[in-house]
């Protein structure tokens, strides 16, 4: 069986908001799945959004303090 996480368990994993990944999972841009009135998401499915460049999709604030990145980034 997959490993399938909540949205809390995203949100902590990708270091954003619950309503960023509510929001992103709602427009599709996101893998996500609803099941009922929760969303689950596969483990494997979020690392490759995030290593296809998909965190692109995740702006940080623009007073971030880092050198002029405000992209969310794992590195």
Same mark, same amino acid.
């Given at each position: 069986?997959?490993?399938?996480?909540?949205?809390?368990?995203?949100?902590?994993?990708?270091? %954003?908001?619950?309503?960023? =990944?509510?929001?992103?999972?709602?427009? /599709? /841009?996101?893998?996500?799945?609803?099941?009922?009135?929760?969303?689950?998401? %596969? /483990?494997?499915? =979020?690392?490759?959004? %995030?290593?296809?460049?998909?965190?692109?999709?995740?702006?940080?604030?623009?007073?971030?303090?880092?050198?002029?990145?405000? /992209?969310?980034?794992?590195?």
């Amino acid at each position: 069986m997959k490993d399938l996480l909540t949205l809390s368990e995203v949100s902590t994993f990708l270091k %954003v908001p619950k309503s960023t =990944i509510y929001k992103l999972a709602r427009e /599709r /841009r996101l893998p996500g799945h609803k099941v009922g009135k929760h969303w689950r998401f %596969v /483990r494997e499915e =979020i690392e490759a959004w %995030v290593q296809n460049a998909g965190a692109d999709e995740v702006m940080v604030g623009a007073a971030t303090g880092n050198g002029g990145h405000d /992209r969310f980034s794992l590195n």
